[in-house]
């Protein structure tokens, strides 16, 4: 009877917090185009399974207000803005008071950088992507990686830039390769004590601050001939809420983010993510025959993932319709939804269908009429990632509510 009591009172305090915070999904501007009916995740395979973990954890945080919990969004251009993945990001870092989280993952873009933050580079860095023919050996989960054979480089990173949820962090990694051991890593301008600590494991070189700030000038001594590499950034600060890692690369496919699975899932690991979502599919299948090799591409990227992670939740959406070359509706987008669909059912992930969610084949049109669209009738504007954003959030929400007493 103690026990029944004792799950019931758990129970009560979930429903409680969040009914104390109003928790609820974002209300959202339909524009004639999205139906919010359809806004729903569908489990395939044990899918379901595989989320509980992630539901319950969510639960826990909401009641304890202590936990972090890590979700990790890969895909291409679309992610790359950020305007997508910032718009989920910000709803699930201001749905409750206390719950914020940190800024986690940042990619030192070299050109495309999201403005939700600000990165400088000295003259000796250069770029390298997922989609560059050379230096396969170091492309990473970040997408895009720099590197330098000069000596005194530097990288300057504020974590607030036209950002709508404040950031400081008291704790920073960054990722990259072997240091030979003339070379050093370190912080420079620096008005706080810190502690520097190399993670030969996962590759990053960790650094905690003795107070919080927002801006960190990071200095590259390298005395050895070999090119050193910076994959890519992690800021924390331990406040409990969502972190919301994302990034994407312009260009990129499902076989891009397969080119180096050991570096990809060993930084991956580091990051004990809750959940992974995959936003791919445009470029996979934009031209004629990439819809032959999505599907293998896109298994693969699933089986790397959960190489680090075995039974990681794992969210697909589908790409909205786009036209080939401005000309006519891409009628391969309606393929990749059914490829994307078939590698859920094969690897037990969920999808959130976002191309049907906004009406399917005939919506590119619709939405370009409403500004939803950019004239090259491929990508979003601001305010149409805005809308896809909210979309994944509310189904994600409705997902935790649904299993909040579970």
């Known amino acids: 009877m103690r026990f029944v009591l004792k799950n019931i009172l758990h129970i009560f305090l979930v429903v409680f917090a969040f009914v104390m915070v109003k928790a609820q999904p974002v209300q959202i501007n339909t524009y004639g185009v999205a139906n919010l009916q359809a806004d729903t995740i569908t489990y395939y395979g044990n899918s379901f399974e595989k989320f509980s973990p992630f539901f319950k954890t969510f639960r826990s945080m909401i009641i304890g207000g202590k936990q972090q919990i890590n979700i990790y969004h890969i895909g291409d251009s679309h992610i790359q803005a950020d305007f997508f993945s910032g718009q989920t990001r910000k709803d699930f870092q201001s749905f409750m008071a206390g719950l914020e989280g940190s800024r986690g993952m940042v990619t030192p873009y070299t050109k495309g950088s999201p403005d939700s933050y600000s990165i400088s580079f000295s003259s000796g860095w250069k770029s ?42 008291n704790s920073f990694r960054v990722y990259h390769s072997d240091l030979q051991a003339e070379d050093k890593i370190y912080i420079d301008d620096l008005n706080v004590a ?11 070189t960790e650094f905690k601050l003795s107070d919080y700030i927002t801006e960190v000038k990071i200095v590259v001594d390298k005395k050895s001939s070999d090119s050193f590499y910076i994959y890519g950034f992690y800021f924390d600060n331990k406040f409990a809420g969502v972190v919301y890692n994302a990034t994407g ?40 025959g990439g819809e032959n090799t999505f599907e293998t591409n896109l298994s ?64 590119a049109k619709k939405m370009k009429n409403n500004s939803l669209m950019q004239n090259d009738m491929v990508h979003l504007s601001v305010k149409g990632y805005g809308l896809i954003g909210d979309l994944l959030y509310n189904a994600l929400w409705q997902e935790i509510e649904n299993n909040l007493g579970k």
């Open 194 to 204: 810190y502690s520097r600590q190399y993670n030969k494991e996962y590759g990053y």
């Open 300 to 363: 693969n990227l699933v089986s790397n993932i959960r190489k680090s992670h075995k039974d990681i939740p794992i969210l697909l959406t589908t790409p909205t319709e786009c036209y080939w070359h401005k000309k006519y509706p891409n009628p391969r987008m309606k393929t990749t939804v059914d490829i994307i669909k078939n590698v859920a059912k094969k690897n037990d992930c969920a999808v959130l269908d976002i191309y049907n969610i906004l009406g399917g084949q005939g919506s």
């Open 128 to 169: 390298v992507n997922i989609l560059s023919a050379s230096d396969s050996q170091h492309k990473s989960l970040w997408g895009t990686s720099v590197y330098t054979n000069l000596n005194n480089q530097s990288i300057n990173i504020k974590v607030n830039n036209r950002n709508p949820i404040k950031y400081e962090f």
């Open 249 to 288: 690369t312009n260009g990129a496919t499902a076989a891009h983010y397969n080119n180096n699975a050991n570096l990809f899932t060993k930084h991956l690991s580091s990051l004990k993510a809750n959940l992974v979502i995959i936003s791919l599919g445009t470029n996979d299948t934009y031209e004629s």
